[in-house]
């Protein structure tokens, strides 16, 4: 049973296009909304997060968009470039405890 | 460097053989997992340890155990290796839900 559901699996987007990438969940004690990096041969690291007190965060390229409503939740990767290719994973975590629920995974591929 | 390290990078096993995969962290992290990663399939967990002394299953745990000997170390076991468990298998720890993953271990059972 997949509690975060991540679309598309595969993404492929012309250098300095709009990368984006879509989470959705159905746990509603979810409150903390990590994205993940992942490159081959390396484990994934944390990007960026946020939590449902607030709609939008950015950092530089990076901007995640919190729909509380709708249970959504998404990442928008502006001016995309070459070196932003690679897996990135949505999770997502209630306060219940430490642990991440991850989404599927989308393979981004940057075309120079 | 800090981090979660992995041992080994690599390893081929034949159908039937035993394995253990390390994990070590130097971060004092309480919370530490075993995950695989498998194509179009994500991160799915295999098991997972709260704290020191604590381990419980996680969504795929069949043919597989842990140990978590201290609390920087946790062991997956493998005891008779299975062509399904041809994985890239990822340790991680954490704390406070910040994640650090190790670099992985490529496996392939023949």
């Known amino acids: 049973q997949q509690q975060v559901k991540q679309s598309p699996q595969s993404l492929i987007v012309q250098k300095g296009g709009i990368s984006i990438i879509n989470c959705a969940y159905e746990?509603?004690?979810?409150?903390?909304f990590p994205w993940y990096q992942q490159f081959p041969g390396k484990g994934p690291a944390l990007l960026i997060a946020i939590r449902p007190d607030v709609s939008e965060k950015k950092e530089g390229r990076f901007t995640i968009s919190f729909n509380k409503s709708a249970k959504q939740f998404s990442l928008h990767i502006m001016d995309s470039q070459p070196g932003d290719s690679a897996t990135y994973f949505c999770?997502?975590?209630?306060?219940?405890?430490?642990?991440?629920?991850f989404g599927g995974g989308t393979r981004l591929m940057v075309k120079p | 460097n800090a981090g979660v390290t992995q041992t080994p990078k690599f390893q081929v096993l034949k159908t039937g053989q035993s394995m253990t995969l390390q994990c070590a962290q130097d971060m004092n992290h309480n919370s530490m997992y075993w995950y695989r990663q498998d194509p179009g399939m994500g991160l799915r967990l295999i098991y997972y340890s709260a704290s020191e002394g604590t381990t419980d299953k996680g969504e795929v745990p069949n043919g597989y155990n842990v140990s978590r000997l201290n609390k920087r170390e946790f062991s997956l076991r493998l005891e008779s290796a299975a062509p399904s468990q041809t994985s890239v298998y990822f340790c991680?720890?954490?704390?406070?839900?910040?994640?650090?993953f190790g670099s992985g271990t490529r496996l392939t059972v023949v």
């Open positions: 991680a720890s954490s704390a406070n839900l910040g994640y650090t």
């Open positions: 999770a997502a975590s209630d306060n219940a405890g430490n642990m991440l629920t």
């Open positions: 746990n509603t004690a979810f409150d903390y």
